[in-house]
T-cell receptor
Framework: NAGVTQTPKFRILKIGQSMTLQCTQD?????MYWYRQDPGMGLKLIYY???????DKGEVPNGYNVSRSTTEDFPLRLELAAPSQTSVYFC?????????????FGSGTRLTVV | LAKTTQPISMDSYEGQEVNITCSHN???????ITWYQQFPSQGPRFIIQ???TKVTNEVASLFIPADRKSSTLSLPRVSLSDTAVYYC????????????????FGTGTRLTVIP
């Protein structure tokens, strides 16, 4: 199993540009999450999904959008990129919320907005 | 909601046992305690989870007192490769919900193992 796959691994955006961070999992997990991690800081939840067609805001959703059309995919859309969105973005999935084997994380996307 | 508090950082020499404590005074009856490990430039990795008393796996032990208001992650005989950030999460079984504790990682404890 590949687990959680994120693409791209690195990206540089100019202010005002938009992009989509891709996330795919092959574990048939219902729950998926997007976190961002600023340098030296903990993870902050952006959005999460409890199943296809269902998404909800996390702690820092402003400037982002998500969709969940399939169980496997949970893309994160950045519209009008700003320097404050420079961060490492992690996608995660889980089978039983936070219990059981917990979250499985992808390897991250390092985004720089200049 | 059960907020967690951990030390910001800890140092330890190679070969020593390391204990990292997490306080969660408002833990709810249905909440579990989960610990994650994060290496630089990687996503967090599940280490161990427990509800009460003691849980042990091949990586670590988790000690939870009877009142469950705190928990201690114990790493036996640490090596340089154990240098990482360790996060404590508290949350219940079931689907995530906005504002739920089990969705928030906090800043964790940065463990540095010294040769």
């Amino acid at each position: 199993n590949a687990g959680v796959t994120q693409t791209p691994k690195f990206r540089i955006l100019k202010i005002g540009q938009s992009m989509t961070l891709q996330c795919t999992q092959d574990m048939n997990h219902n729950y998926m999450y997007w976190y961002r991690q600023d340098p030296g800081m903990g993870l902050k939840l952006i959005y999460y999904s409890v199943g296809a067609g269902i998404t909800d805001k996390g702690e820092v959703p402003n400037g982002y959008n998500v969709s969940r059309s399939t169980t496997e995919d949970f893309p994160l859309r950045l519209e009008l990129a700003a320097p404050s969105q420079t961060s490492v973005y992690f996608c995660a999935s889980s089978y039983l919320g936070s219990t059981g084997d917990g979250y499985t994380f992808g390897s991250g996307t390092r985004l720089t907005v200049v | 909601l059960a907020k967690t508090t951990q030390p910001i950082s800890m140092d330890s020499y190679e070969g020593q046992e390391v204990n990292i404590t997490c306080s969660h005074n408002n833990i709810a009856t249905n909440d579990y305690i989960t610990w994650y490990q994060q290496f630089p430039s990687q996503g967090p990795r599940f280490i161990i989870q427990g509800y009460k008393t003691k849980v042990t796996n091949e990586v670590a032990s988790l000690f939870i007192p009877a009142d469950r208001k705190s928990s201690t992650l114990s790493l036996p005989r640490v090596s340089l490769s154990d240098t990482a950030v360790y996060y404590c999460l508290v949350g219940d079984i079931g689907p995530p919900q906005t504002g739920a504790n089990n969705l928030f990682f906090g800043t964790g404890t940065r463990l540095t193992v010294i040769p």
